[in-house]
């Protein structure tokens, strides 16, 4: 429970119980909602950059058949159609209740994190947009420059914003942001991209403008770690599959901006404070 003060249960069990329905209720609101606009995140994900526009009646990529709307309810219309266009039965990609079903979780923990909606929907807004980048650079290994400027600014807004009323050091985080853009900027040079590419570099701006310099600092370790344990997992199922004559090819250029927006997620959703962890405290994080 985080929308109304969890000492009121400690009182009032007839009110505790009226809250925790009203939290039960926002959560499940959230999660729908979050389905919804996950399904359209589906439709900029397939149709970014490829001269479609955003608007417009959705139909079967197979078939090019417009779709009624009762197949294009979020998650339930998938199951229902076993995974199939309802006219030329043709296999609809996984992808789509995947990222429905990754956006309501997103959106019911934003929720749970900030418990304000108001400040929750702007946050809703900046995770669909870093979804989105995850996914298409998963798919087509690069990160579109017209998203991740749209990430940034918005970020930048928010340092702005929190200036202005009073809440927030500017310059602390605003250098924040610099320094761990310029820290992948450099493994980018110094590599001439094979490490790193630049648009990570711009990634990580939008990220070091978003989040504390802390939580900067454990999406950073946490993105890195769980990427090597994915590019190890990879490489071992491609050893063991080529020994046995498998079709599994390894592909060593793996997309970087997929973890490292997976962890600044979760930094931000759970407070994430490894400095602290591994100082037992001591650390004292700012910002």
Known sequence: MGFVHRGLCMSNEYLCDIIVGMDTIIYVATFILGTIIGSFL???????????????????????????????????SYLF????????????????????????????????????????????????????????????????????????GISFLRIATEYFWGGGAFMQDFSSGLIISLFFATLWWVSDGRWMGFGDAKLALGIGWLLPFCQNVSAIMLAFFVGSIVG????????????????????????FAPFLIFSAFVSFVFNFDILGIIMGGVFVCLG
């Open 42 to 76: 589906n439709v900029v994900i397939f149709r970014y950059n490829t001269g479609k526009t955003m608007g417009g009646r959705s139909m079967c990529l197979s078939c090019s058949k417009t779709l009624k709307w009762n197949h294009l309810i979020p998650v339930l």
């Open 81 to 152: 159609l076993l995974g199939r266009c309802a006219y030329c039965k043709t296999k609809v990609s996984i992808q789509y209740p995947i990222i429905e079903v990754l956006t309501g979780l997103a959106f019911m923990l934003i929720v749970h994190r900030v418990y304000l909606i108001p400040i929750a929907f702007i946050y809703f807004i900046v995770f669909s947009i870093l979804l989105v980048i995850a996914v298409y650079d998963y798919r087509h290994k690069i990160i579109p420059d017209g998203l991740v400027y749209a990430f940034i």
């Open 232 to 255: 190890l997992f990879l490489m071992f199922v491609a050893k063991m599959t080529s020994k046995r004559g498998g079709g599994f090819a390894f592909d060593k250029e793996i997309p």
